[in-house]
């Protein structure tokens, strides 16, 4: 049997910035990797804390450039906690994997067998952490996601950038997602989005202008006439079909990124994305449009698909 592999989407300061695909090594590491898998996909529910097992919405607080990238801590956010879908630790389960170089992922600890959800990728070989750190995966594609979030990375380990883990699952070998969260009214939203830049937003430029002069008005008003359309189709002929047109619209109207991906952010928690961006997904219903919502990355307009 072939081993797991699940994926990991990250976004950096709100906007989705990529996934990877991970094999883990449940051939040599079957207790570390099915630790990780159920993390991913969040099919364990809660722990002994009260806390969800699911590293959907948990931080990537680590970045060191040139040595590693570490995240997973799913009780406390800052690298003080963690929870393994075991309890709140487990033994270390070998150390036949070693630190071989870039993409391998292993688990953190603070000291012998105190193993529980948090995690490092490493962006080098550091064979100074073999038989310490037990290797349980490696990351087969999307390793440039790694190298961007490095890039978010300082000396001290403090991310200049918020890094979160915007989406989590198990991936059939065909490479489609298989198992993920449940989406629920009551924590998660699932919406779709076009963002518009302005010239005033910290960045003014994107995939589709180098150079962005319109002014914040101006990119309100082109969601605005979006918008029109949208809401008209969604009363002749409902959200199936509107999820399609959305998507064709985001594909080219769109500043971020996820725009490759018909606007698709995948399911997030609160304390995942910009506070007005997130109040005002929550306080949508499922297969409704949201009024232009500005946050500093520009002008949103969403619906909520779940």
């Not at 910035?17 to 040599?28: N, S, W, Y």
């Not at 998660?188 to 960045?203: A, C, E, G, P, Y």
């Not at 971020?256 to 995942?272: H, I, T, Y």
């Not at 994305?273 to 919502?293: C, D, R, W």
Request: aromatic share 6%.
């Amino acid at each position: 049997m072939a081993n797991p592999q699940v994926f990991l989407e990250i976004s950096i300061d709100g906007e989705s910035a990529g996934r990877c695909v991970i094999e883990l090594f449940a051939d040599v590491v079957p207790k570390t990797a099915e630790n990780f898998r159920c993390l991913c996909t969040g099919e364990k529910g809660r722990g002994e804390s009260g806390k969800r097992l699911n590293y959907l919405g948990s931080k990537i607080h680590r970045i060191i450039p040139g040595f590693m990238c570490q995240g997973g801590d799913v009780t406390k956010g800052n690298g003080t906690g963690g929870e393994s879908i075991y309890g709140f630790d487990f033994e270390d389960e070998n150390f036949e994997m070693k630190h071989d170089g870039p993409g391998t992922l292993s688990m953190a600890n603070s000291g012998p067998n105190s193993n529980g959800s948090q995690f490092f990728i490493s962006t080098r070989a550091t064979h100074h952490l073999d038989d310490k750190h037990v290797v349980f995966g490696k990351i087969i594609s999307g390793y440039e996601l790694v190298e961007q979030m490095e890039q978010c990375g300082s000396e001290d380990g403090e991310p200049a950038k918020k890094v979160l883990i915007l989406d989590c699952g198990e991936v059939e070998q065909s490479g489609s997602a298989s198992k993920r969260i449940k989406v629920n009214s009551s924590g998660v939203v699932h919406v779709l989005h076009i963002l518009r830049k302005h010239r005033d937003v910290k960045k003014p430029t994107s995939w589709r202008e180098e150079t962005i002069t319109c002014t914040k008005e101006q990119a309100s008003s082109h969601l605005a006439g979006l918008q029109k359309e949208l809401a008209g189709a969604l009363r002749l002929r409902g959200l199936e079909a509107v999820k399609s047109k959305f998507k064709e619209l985001a594909s080219k109207h769109s500043d971020c990124k996820s725009a490759k991906k018909g606007g698709d952010l995948g399911p997030f928690e609160k304390d995942m994305m910009q506070k007005p961006f997130e109040e005002a997904s929550f306080s949508m219903q499922v297969g409704t449009l949201s009024n232009i919502v500005s946050t500093k990355n520009g002008e949103h307009l969403m619906l909520r698909i779940a």
